[in-house]
């Protein structure tokens, strides 16, 4: 099998990913650089919980022709590719629909990001307008909103995006921006208390979960 261990990172991650609730069943993607030509991306409409190896798509960056592989790639192959395309210095990408950022892509404002985690998201987490999944249209947004340094984005009504030079740190940006979203989420509902403090004993349920999150985190 050609490229057994980046194959076999890419399974170990998805893993782990499930496991922190970031992948559910099918939902979610990812993307390996190995060479400057060559990526690995998982599958499509495969459970993460039951993939193996040789599953996992070998694809030609350029063109995302398939090298290796026996199950079809992700529909979102184009958007990981984007990334890939024009940060090199970017080895992994991830994309999830994890439920706090998620949120805040639905609300649909950029996050604004504290100093100490702008090495691992940069300055902004910004907003890339809606386009439905999979599509060519929706990667095109995201290649328009590619900066250096940035490391996250949020895809309106859809989910996040992450990257980082290696997994790890492609990673550790996907557990970042669902700190940063609770706090953003928690100040939001703070704020609504002080305008309305009517609302104080319904917000009161949500307030709790998002402190255990972020507890938790």
Not at 22 to 27: I, L, Q, S, V
Not at 99 to 127: H, K, R, W
Request: glycine share 8%.
């Amino acid at each position: 099998m050609m490229h057994a261990d980046t194959r076999q990172a890419v399974v170990g991650l998805c893993l782990r990913l499930s496991e922190r609730g970031y992948f559910a069943g099918t939902g979610g993607n990812l993307m390996l650089r190995i060479d400057p030509t060559l990526v690995a991306v998982t599958p499509s409409a495969t459970d993460y919980l039951v993939m193996q190896p040789e599953d996992v798509c070998l694809l030609r960056l350029a063109d995302l022709s398939l090298v290796d592989g026996a199950r079809p790639p992700s529909v979102e192959t184009g958007l990981h590719a984007r990334v890939m395309r024009a940060r090199p210095d970017v080895g992994c990408t991830i994309h999830t629909h994890q439920p706090l950022a998620s949120a805040c892509a639905l609300i649909g404002e950029p996050l604004v990001v504290p100093p100490a985690l702008q090495t691992m998201l940069g300055t902004e987490v910004p907003v890339v307008g809606y386009a439905p999944s999979g599509t060519s249209w929706l990667a095109g947004k995201l290649a328009r909103a590619v900066r250096p340094q940035r490391q996250a984005w949020l895809l309106r009504n859809h989910g996040v995006i992450c990257c980082g030079r290696d997994s790890t740190a492609a990673l550790a940006a996907v557990e970042q921006l669902e700190r940063l979203a609770c706090d953003h989420l928690a100040a939001r509902l703070a704020d609504r208390g002080r305008r309305e403090p009517g609302m104080m004993a319904r917000l009161a349920p949500v307030s709790a979960l998002l402190a255990g999150a972020n507890d938790g985190a």
